[in-house]
């Protein structure tokens, strides 16, 4: 950089000394040969002042802030990676919380469906039971009225025809030979009302 400035400064010399005559009449006093060096003194001392502050304070400041905000970017662009991987792990992960809550209330339904459709099954299969064993008793109950109604029957018959016959003669009859007959006539009409 140094090397640049003495050639434009040398440049700049060549080109200033073919025109001095030109400026000298023109009345410029900054081509005018007498204040060349003094030009050049305080050009070469406000420049390279200059340089060491930029060089040494401004530029160096600059270079640091912009690489503390190139860091600064690239910790968040690395932060924001970051949580984006953790929030789409949260995602997936709630996602499989909300698959398995409805797998557990699917299964918990199924199970209590099949113990409500088993406590059904098993009161009815015990209604079915107090049931049938009602039915039974009430046709052994039929069946024994049945069979002792003929006899019950022939002993109303008996003690009705007694009375009836006392009533009617004035005499009592004797009890077996209303039963014979009674019993006789019983045989033959058992077709007709039991249906045996």
Do not use: C
């Amino acid at each position: 950089m140094f090397r640049r400035f003495i050639f434009y400064y040398l440049i700049l010399n060549f080109v200033l000394f073919t025109n001095v005559n030109s400026a000298e009449s023109g009345g410029m006093p900054q081509l005018n040969p007498e204040f060349w060096i003094s030009q050049i003194f305080w050009l070469t001392l406000s420049f390279g002042f200059l340089f060491i502050i930029l060089s040494k304070f401004i530029l160096p400041k600059i270079s640091n802030n912009l690489e503390l905000r190139k860091s600064q970017i690239l910790e968040n662009i690395e932060t924001a990676e970051k949580q984006k991987k953790e929030s789409e792990n949260k995602i997936k992960e709630y996602e499989t919380l909300i698959l398995n809550s409805k797998n557990q209330a699917r299964n918990y339904f199924n199970d209590a469906r099949k113990k409500i459709q088993q406590d059904i099954n098993k009161k009815r299969e015990k209604l079915e039971n107090e049931i049938n064993e009602e039915i039974n008793s009430a046709e052994k109950e039929i069946i024994d009225l049945k069979n002792k109604a003929p006899e019950k029957i022939n002993n109303i018959a008996i003690e009705t025809s007694a009375d009836l016959i006392k009533h009617l003669i004035g005499e009592e009859m004797n009890n077996s030979s209303i039963s014979a007959i009674v019993e006789d006539l019983a045989r033959k009409n058992k077709d007709k009302y039991y249906g045996n």
